[in-house]
């Protein structure tokens, strides 16, 4: 939510920042802007609601000039309206300074109220421009950016990610960030801001995560990272592993089709390194000690939407191999109830962004009661896992379709290594269970190669169902949450009604919704692994065929026990009854993908929507 992008250096600054601001869009976002400071000292801005392409046409009729200095800004409305004029930048003093903001200012109300006593005026509904201004009147106050963008970030609460420039110094953009991300880009001869090094991963790929509460400086030559207090910082520079060209389509018609498709590659490279010689083993765990592993007494799950459902995939097999008893809480209820956490609980985050604004309060909270946290998250240098004890990276590379695909297989596969890294550890399964476990996972990227096979035919399916209003989706055990998820992928995708439901509850109230015509997706248990579960499975699915529901299971190979009773049968390979979720959630994905694309929807960028939640 909200993109962020500030440079300095010998390059046309309008181009880097919009190319970065592209790199951005993934992140949500209804209004743009941009403001530019050339070596003169002019200062020159343009900011528009809408797409990055209506700020680029007005750009094209009113250029601006062309500076080395820039700060650039996508925004996802919260205080005010996404219109021209709430877009960042805000100016203030006498529009010599401009600033742009990602989070949320919660003493705003109370600042503006001083500002305005002041003799301040507003121009837009947004709580940011209260920061500008606050800054503008500092910075007549001392004649020193730096030193009034500390004394300003000192009077704000909330959460906030700031860049500001001024005229008056050019060839400086200073930035400050407490609970939403910032990431410097180290350049030769110039530097680079962002809300995530996608922004500037083309010209560097050495980076710098600004940890919380800190202020940074940027110069063509020089970086300087303090606390608010203006004391010196320590940095600690890292290599970024993806390259510009793994955010870019390659060729596919969307990036979530590339995604869909890359998803062999997200689990075969997030066990890479993890299983040598057949045993599994996560060296980022070692900071723990196995000790502290032994101790563990439960373990709580916080995460939300899809991450969240991976998280409930992984109960079940962490339960079952480790022994440990597993809660999965959506991180907003977390935090606002007084949840049980002691030194024997673990927490463990899950989060494809790693900035998820709700996530990372639960984590804050839960050491903050004494328990350890675990940061299960796709993106280095990302906040969740910087305010973790131990971060278990998924190795997806960047998804930047808004809907999660491929980083939900990651998390299940990162998971599951951790569930097995734990039963090893704490010695709940024998070796030779550890190993049929082990090669079970190894085999799933060459399966899922085989799922994706059947990708047209689900296509069709989808375009057959064009015009259907409601989608039920009932699983079982570890089917369960991919029915929630089969159903929240078309909620997001396609914007059809649809609901997930655990196959035992039908009878309990859901199946009042069946009605002739209902199309339903039913997740089918293995008959070899589940050999209690796949009959109940079966019987639901008669339940609902004899009031009319068209049936679309989801079955293992040979399973010919479905076959009279279900219209449709997509079929995925035998895998052990644990791992049956990385197989089925591909055609659900696909499905509500193709439904999206057949109403002519934004399958990347669906409406509303926004890749990483930095807000409440
Ligand atoms: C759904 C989706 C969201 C995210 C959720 C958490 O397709 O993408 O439900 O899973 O917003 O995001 P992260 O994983 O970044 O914390």
Redesign the pocket.
């Given at each position: 939510m909200c993109g962020i992008v500030g440079y300095v250096g010998e390059r046309n600054s309008l181009d880097v920042l919009m190319g970065g601001l592209r790199r951005l869009e993934y992140r949500g976002y209804d209004s743009a802007g941009v403001a530019v400071v050339d070596d003169e000292g002019d200062l020159e801005f343009a900011k528009r609601a809408g797409k990055l392409q209506v700020l680029a046409d007005e750009l094209g009729r009113h250029p601006i000039h062309r500076g080395g200095t820039g700060i650039g800004h996508t925004r996802w409305a919260t205080h005010g309206g996404p219109t021209d004029r709430n877009a960042h930048p805000h100016l203030a003093d006498d529009d010599k300074l401009a600033l742009i903001h990602n989070g949320i200012i919660e003493n705003f109300s109370e600042l503006k109220e001083e500002l305005l006593a002041d003799g301040a005026e507003f121009l837009s509904e947004t709580d940011t421009e209260v920061a500008a201004v606050l800054l503008g009147r500092e910075y007549r106050a001392t004649g020193d950016l730096r030193e009034a963008f500390r004394r300003t970030v000192r009077r704000l609460e909330g959460a906030f990610t700031l860049l500001a420039v001024h005229k008056d110094e050019p060839g400086v953009v200073v930035g400050a960030r407490r609970n939403s991300p910032l990431v410097i880009g180290l350049g030769d001869g110039e530097n680079f801001l962002g809300s995530d090094v996608a922004a500037f991963v083309e010209f560097t790929k050495r980076a710098v995560a600004i940890g919380q509460d800190q202020i940074v400086a940027i110069t063509a030559g020089e970086v300087t990272v303090t606390d608010f207090d203006g004391n010196a910082v320590e940095v600690e520079p890292f290599d970024v592993a993806w390259d510009a060209s793994a955010a870019e389509k390659g060729g596919w018609s969307s990036f979530m089709a590339k995604e869909v498709a890359e998803q062999p590659d997200a689990v075969a490279n997030t066990i890479r390194g993890r299983i040598v010689d057949g045993v599994v083993s996560i060296p980022e765990l070692d900071q723990l000690g196995d000790d502290a592993l032994r101790s563990i007494r439960r373990i709580t799950v916080v995460?939300?939407?899809?991450?969240a459902y991976a998280g409930m995939v992984s109960k079940y097999a962490i339960e079952q191999w480790a022994r440990i008893p597993v809660e999965v809480e959506l991180s907003h209820e977390f935090r606002y109830r007084e949840p049980v956490i002691d030194d024997g609980t673990l927490v463990v985050s899950?989060?494809?962004?790693?900035?998820?604004m709700d996530?990372l309060m639960a984590v804050k909270y839960a050491r903050e009661q004494g328990a350890k946290a675990i940061s299960v998250c796709n993106t280095q240098g990302a906040t969740i896992p910087r305010e973790s004890d131990a971060a278990v990276y998924t190795h997806a590379g960047p998804e930047v379709a808004?809907?999660?695909t491929k980083?939900f297989v990651a998390q299940i596969t990162a998971l599951y290594l951790f569930g097995l890294h734990l039963a090893r550890v704490r010695g709940t399964l024998s070796e030779e269970e550890l190993a049929a476990q082990v090669a079970e996972l190894q085999a799933i990227p060459e399966k899922i190669t085989t799922v994706l096979e059947q990708g047209e035919r689900v296509g069709e399916l989808a375009h057959w169902m064009s015009d259907t209003r409601s989608v039920l989706f009932l699983g079982r055990h570890v089917g369960y949450p991919i029915a929630l998820e089969g159903a929240?992928?078309l909620k997001?995708l396609a914007y059809i009604h649809a609901e997930g439901f655990a196959a035992g509850e039908l009878k309990h109230g859901p199946i009042a919704l069946i009605e002739p015509g209902q199309p339903v997706f039913v997740v089918v248990p293995s008959p070899r692994g589940s050999a209690t579960l796949h009959p109940k499975v079966v019987s639901n699915i008669q339940e609902i065929r004899a009031r009319g529901a068209r049936v679309i299971a989801i079955a293992e190979a040979g399973d010919a026990a479905v076959l009279p009773f279900a219209d449709e049968v997509i079929r995925i390979p035998l895998a052990g009854p644990l791992f049956e979720p990385l197989l089925a959630v591909v055609p659900l994905q696909i499905f509500a993908m193709e439904l999206s694309q057949a109403k002519g929807l934004d399958v990347d960028q669906p409406r509303n929507l926004a890749?990483?939640?930095t807000v409440e």
């Open positions: 995460a939300c939407g899809t991450a899950i989060s494809q962004s790693g900035e998820t996530t808004v809907a999660s980083a929240l992928k997001e890749k990483s939640v």
